[in-house]
């Protein structure tokens, strides 16, 4: 079956002015990225494209059409020098209090494609820039990219499209612990984290918001023997949902980071090469640090590296216990998310062996 992408035009293929039209050539300006992006996805993926655009008041006196059509006709000769042409162009002309069943989010414009069992609706997109796209993608059935996200850009568009979503789960039970982890690691840093230690949430928490990937972890343990079970086992959890979620490893960087933090210098540098290990150059004086034992953090990092195949060398001086441990974890977000960048124009694996 065949997918679609419903693509918006103002504000997504063209910047949109303060008064929202679009109505003379001065205010024409392309969004970044969208000549070469939508050209590669156009080149490279079979969607169809279809534009879905709503035009307040098109065809009368506050939006008379000769302002319309001849910088609509500019934007699509444009678009189709870089090679990229819509397969339908679907522009709504009625004002919201018209409350017209093909304004979006109404689906009016597009029920043809919806009722016709030759595209796979749930694995198509809108493409947008508003809540509205969203609204509208979801009363369609499908699924959404919205430019005022966090973190989407045109970039990013087609490398979801291109390469996938990497998002993964585990569930790890044993007699000691119950854990549920899911990791994005193209999301924007939500974290949803409960461990019963409070320091090791906030731990965890620098992975996911420096590390810009969405992080649930979900982890019940046997505190009432002691904290070992439930550190040790969610770093494997979490080493095997990154491993798994970097899936085939063509495109990504593979390497990443140093970083101060008030008193502390703190290295981690990593490589998914495949072959785990881990070199740990950092001494702790205190027993605890929150509720979390010091002798845990080699332990962590260990069965993170082991679980996740990666290499892991990881340095920490300076005083203050709080501030290493965390300017440690910090690190280790910035070299996660260096690392697992992807590029979609060079699409290969990063090894001369041609297996990681």
């Known amino acids: 079956m065949k997918r679609i992408l419903f693509i918006d035009r103002d504000g997504?293929?063209?910047?949109?002015?303060?008064?929202?039209?679009?109505?003379?050539?001065?205010?024409?300006?392309f969004v970044k990225g969208v000549f070469r992006n939508l050209g590669f996805?156009?080149?490279?993926?079979?969607?169809?494209?279809?534009?879905?655009?709503?035009?307040?008041?098109?065809?009368?006196?506050s939006f008379p059409e000769d302002t319309f059509w001849p910088v609509h006709n500019f934007i699509l000769q444009t678009l189709e020098g870089e090679g990229i042409t819509f397969d339908d162009i679907l522009i709504d002309p009625h004002f919201p209090e018209d409350n017209a069943p093909t304004r979006k989010p109404n689906t009016g414009m597009v029920e043809k494609y919806m009722n016709d069992p030759?595209?796979?609706?749930?694995?198509?997109?809108?493409?947008?820039?508003?809540?509205?796209?969203?609204t509208f993608a979801q009363n369609i059935g499908c699924k959404s990219l919205i430019l005022s996200d966090e973190g989407i850009t045109w970039d990013k568009i087609a490398e979801l499209?291109?390469?996938?979503?990497?998002?993964a789960e585990v569930k790890r039970t044993t007699k000691e612990t119950d854990i549920h982890i899911r990791v994005n690691l193209d999301g924007t840093g939500r974290c949803d984290i409960s461990t019963g230690l409070g320091f090791f949430d906030h731990m965890l928490e620098q992975i996911g918001k420096h590390g810009m990937m969405d992080l649930m972890i979900h982890t019940k343990g046997d505190l009432e023997v002691d904290e070992h079970h439930?550190?040790?086992?969610?770093?494997?959890?979490?080493?095997?949902?990154?491993?798994?979620?970097?899936?085939?490893?063509?495109g990504i960087e593979r390497y990443g980071y140093s970083l101060p933090m008030d008193d502390c210098l703190c290295s981690v540098c990593l490589d998914f090469g495949g072959r785990p290990w881990l070199v740990w150059d950092a001494t702790f004086k205190r027993e605890k640090i929150g509720e979390m034992p010091t002798e845990m953090f080699l332990h962590f990092f260990k069965s993170l590296s082991d679980a996740a195949r990666m290499n892991l060398n990881i340095k920490a001086e300076g005083d203050n216990e709080h501030h290493k441990i965390e300017g440690i974890f910090k690190a280790l977000a910035r070299?996660?998310?260096?690392?697992?960048?992807?590029?979609?124009?060079?699409y290969e694996l990063p090894s001369t062996k041609g297996l990681l």
Do not use: W
């Open 335 to 346: 070299a996660l998310k260096m690392a697992v960048r992807r590029d979609i124009y060079h």
């Open 41 to 61: 996805i156009r080149e490279k993926l079979d969607f169809t494209l279809v534009m879905v655009s709503n035009q307040d008041g098109l065809g009368t006196d």
């Open 118 to 134: 030759a595209y796979d609706i749930a694995n198509s997109y809108v493409i947008g820039d508003r809540e509205t796209d969203r």
């Open 161 to 167: 499209l291109f390469a996938g979503e990497r998002i």
């Open 230 to 250: 439930t550190i040790e086992d969610t770093a494997i959890a979490l080493g095997e949902c990154i491993l798994e979620a970097l899936g085939s490893k063509r």
């Open 12 to 29: 997504t293929l063209i910047e949109e002015p303060a008064d929202e039209q679009i109505d003379s050539f001065g205010k024409l300006k």
